[in-house]
């Protein structure tokens, strides 16, 4: 049983933080590139998860958005609300020996990383009379 919200409010440890860029490549360095991914099949959005691991691994992030961005338009919501503990992540091979590769965070990280780098808007856009 959940506890009240009462109990949670201002219990910051629950909710997963992001990674930095080192760190989300150090973690996307863990996963084994399985020829037939177990994760990818219990992804029910089907996101090419070998492939945007990937591309973090080797720090082009540009590139694992994009990958991101074809399968999921929120990659960052996703991130955050997919129960991946319950889909891939509970498949990745590594979790029946310790720690599953985590999916969730480093789909979480390329959603920020993307939104954290979105161009501002330029003098004057949306301004109807300039």
Known sequence: MAAPATKERGVYHTVNQSYDEEWAMLEASRCLGCSRPK???????????????????????????????????????????CPQEGHCEEECVLGT????????????????WVR???????????????
Do not use: K, M, Q, W
């Open 39 to 81: 994760c990818e099949e219990a992804c029910p959005v089907g996101v090419p998860i070998r492939e945007f691991i990937g591309h973090i691994e080797r720090g082009d992030f540009e590139s694992a958005a994009e990958v991101l961005a074809a399968a999921s338009s929120l990659p960052a919501t996703y991130g955050r609300v």
């Open 116 to 130: 954290e780098r979105a161009p501002s808007e330029p003098d004057g856009a949306g301004d109807p009379n300039p």
């Open 97 to 112: 020996r310790g720690s599953a590769v985590a999916i969730g965070r480093l789909e979480r990280f390329v959603g920020d």
